[in-house]
């Protein structure tokens, strides 16, 4: 479990769940985790949304977690994604995953409900005081149909077991305005990739990461640089980076990372229903887009 004394950082990734003819590939999970964290990745979140968790049974999630919580073997944290836009589901998720060894807990806001803040406040609360595990809060209105606001999350900072929040709003003022007063202990991490150096600008300490299923080790370098204040490098990597964070969002997310980690060679770039496979216009992005980038394996990173 996370023991807070400082907000928690770095370059996290939220990991995509790897099939392999409609069943979960459990050794290229295996193989999966083990590259992130040879690659300098600072945390593992299974069953985000990344990780198509609205599509796996709860069995399969569980097998997800146990799975990267005991290949990780203590070397980074697992945080694995618990949300629900049911309140009892997610307490009875986070308390589970727990069970299964995770280290903390992601808890998406609730999706289609559409709650007021005061919901809002009431949700993560329940949640916090229901089970014994960190949370980090994950504000994503564009999967969800609700934004959490600066002032909702300030108050759930507030709680003992909350730490963090992945904002995925978008806003760089939203962000700012989190930093600005929220606890020396809790974290604004980054749910963007495009928008990392930017929110890591205004305070955030760090990054829930896509694009670091394909490339860990370049998006754990710019989390370093920016934590550093090596700005200069910091934009380096995230203007090298830029074009290939804007193809992993071509279509619907994990769907681009899929493809891209199978042109790779990491894995298969199958998806479940209703996730359909990448469309050809969208594969030819990404093709040119791994191509152009210089942190793509068998390329020189440029000095």
């Not at 928690?8 to 409609?22: C, E, K, Q, V």
Request: proline share 7%.
């Amino acid at each position: 479990m996370i023991v807070q004394t400082a907000p928690i950082s770095g370059a996290m990734t939220a990991l995509i769940t790897p099939f392999r003819d409609g069943a979960v590939d459990l050794p290229a999970l295996r193989r999966l985790v083990d590259i992130q964290i040879d690659n300098g990745i600072s945390a593992l979140i299974p069953c985000g949304t990344t990780g198509e968790t609205p599509s796996l049974t709860e069995r399969e999630a569980d097998l997800v977690i146990a799975t990267v919580v005991e290949t990780t073997n203590g070397r980074v944290p697992v945080i694995a994604g618990t949300g629900s836009n049911g309140t009892h589901v997610a307490i009875e998720r986070t308390r589970r995953a727990r069970e299964l060894g995770a280290d903390a807990a992601l808890v998406v806001t609730p999706y289609y409900n559409k709650p007021t803040q005061d919901g809002l406040f009431a949700h993560f609360t329940a949640i916090a005081d229901g089970a014994d595990l960190p949370i980090v809060l994950y504000n994503v209105p564009g999967r969800t149909g609700v934004n959490m606001l600066p002032e909702t999350i300030l108050r759930l900072a507030e709680h003992h077991r909350i730490i963090a929040v992945k904002e995925a709003s978008g806003s760089i003022d939203q962000s700012s305005q989190i930093t600005v007063s929220a606890p020396a202990t809790f974290a604004v991490l980054s749910g963007d990739d495009s928008l990392t150096l930017p929110i890591m600008s205004v305070g955030g300490t760090g990054v829930v990461s896509v694009l670091s299923n394909i490339l860990p080790a370049p998006v754990a370098a710019l989390a370093a640089a920016a934590a550093a204040g090596d700005y200069a490098e910091a934009r380096r990597i995230h203007l090298d980076l830029f074009d290939l964070c804007r193809a992993m969002f071509c279509e619907t997310n994990p769907v681009p990372v899929k493809a891209a980690a199978a042109m790779l060679g990491l894995c298969s770039d199958e998806v479940r229903l209703p996730l359909a496979p990448l469309s050809e216009a969208s594969r030819r992005r990404v093709e040119l887009a791994l191509d152009a980038c210089p942190w793509v394996p068998g390329r020189t990173i440029a000095a």
